[in-house]
């Protein structure tokens, strides 16, 4: 489970700053959305509200940024990225780092890097135990080669093998250390090094982001008939016309004429890329654009299967294609594996999760996942304009957080917590006047007229 993401000199990040899944011992209420592993007690949502602006997207970014360089390294693209509020953040390091927990051992991830010059400055990975200390697992400073903390203990043919890795590694500024101990590699059962694929698999596969304009998903809900069987009634429940939901073959051709050839082609290349890093014999995917919603399926020395879906309104005897859906009825489908999914030990990282619903239907939403999931290691963190659900009965205080910009332009983060507000507070009224910050201030503006 995810415990806390921290982000410095990032888009409008200037100053570190975090957003925290520990919950407040303070509040008793809605218990149910902690999970208590060892003594730690982890919240299961966080709602990231703001103005537009705000730099709320920019956490979602954050998250996204570190996955994109796990996978591929610094890209020349984020050689501005840094926060450009201030000239001198130019040359200074940005820093990321990750909390989390896989298997009940508790983590801590990170690394720095000048984005300006494509470089990585430092790498780190931390096992933190509940007495408030930290063994170090492995630590990458400057151009130095990386080496195992001393707590690991490798076997003598371990320490040789890391020794190759590390010695083999020393000059790739761009790629983390973490990538190459995952690239092709193989470990032991009982291996020392283990935590070297625990920590990479879970940052891989087990942070699910979604945009408002893409989603994408390893999920399995489309490739079975009882499972589209359980999409069809969930869908019904949101009031959208639609039905049924079943899938359809395609060629990869068929599909080319669905979206644009650089779309098809980054598709293919994302997918190639994740199965090279996973070693694993095939790969699939679910992958929305716009007005497309595709499932592919690559093995190795195969074709690849690709199928869309085909859609029936109540007792209509045509079918309809994903396209010709509201953009309500589009959204939902980036939604839904969330309700269905029977992934473990998963957080789900939304950008602007009520874009084109209705505020009941977003509410209906956040009430299924919640029910779907109780007493599950599932999280959700979503950003949001939907004053509605600001209720202190569907969510705790600490899992309430805003995001501001402040005079120097730089994004603050903040959770609700830090005001105190009587239980019965209407936090939605209080949020609209301006008590929490975090909203648009809008200057005067008046219009030109002739004569």
Known sequence: MLIKISVENFKSFDEKEELTMLSSSKIQTN????????????LKNAVVYGANASGKSNLVATAAFMKSVLMEGLSIHSVNDFCRSKMENKERESVFELQFTVDDKFYAYGFSAVLSQSRITEEWLYELMQDGSAHNLFLREKKNAPILGDGVNPTTAEKNRFAV?????????????????????????????LFFTHVFDWIMNHIILINPSIGISNTDAYYSAESLENISHLIQTFDTGVSEIKTKAITVEEMGKMIPAEVLSDIFAHLKKQMQMTNL?????????????????????????????????????????????????????DLIDMLITKREDTVYVVDELERSLHPKLTGHFLKLFMEAHEGARMQMIFTTHEDTIMDQELFRRDEIWFVERDADNASRIYSL???????????????????????????????????
Not at 309 to 324: Q, T
């Open 417 to 451: 917590d830090r005001f105190k507000e009587r239980y019965d507070k209407k936090l939605s009224k209080a949020y609209l006047e301006g008590r929490y910050g975090a909203i648009p201030v809008f200057r005067q503006f008046t219009f030109w007229k002739e004569g």
């Open 31 to 42: 218990k149910s959305h902690r999970v208590k592993i060892k003594q730690t007690n982890i």
């Open 281 to 333: 014999p095939q790969i699939q995917m679910t992958w929305r654009i716009s007005d497309g919603f595709f499932n592919i399926r690559i093995r190795e020395n195969a074709e690849p299967e690709i199928t869309t879906l085909v859609l029936k309104h109540g007792k209509s005897f045509f079918d309809f294609n994903f396209a010709e859906e509201s953009d309500g009825t589009k959204r939902l489908f």
């Open 165 to 193: 890795y590390s010695e083999d590694f020393a000059g790739h500024d761009a790629q983390l250390f973490l990538t190459e101990m995952n690239r092709g590699k193989k470990y032991a059962e009982n291996s020392r090094l």
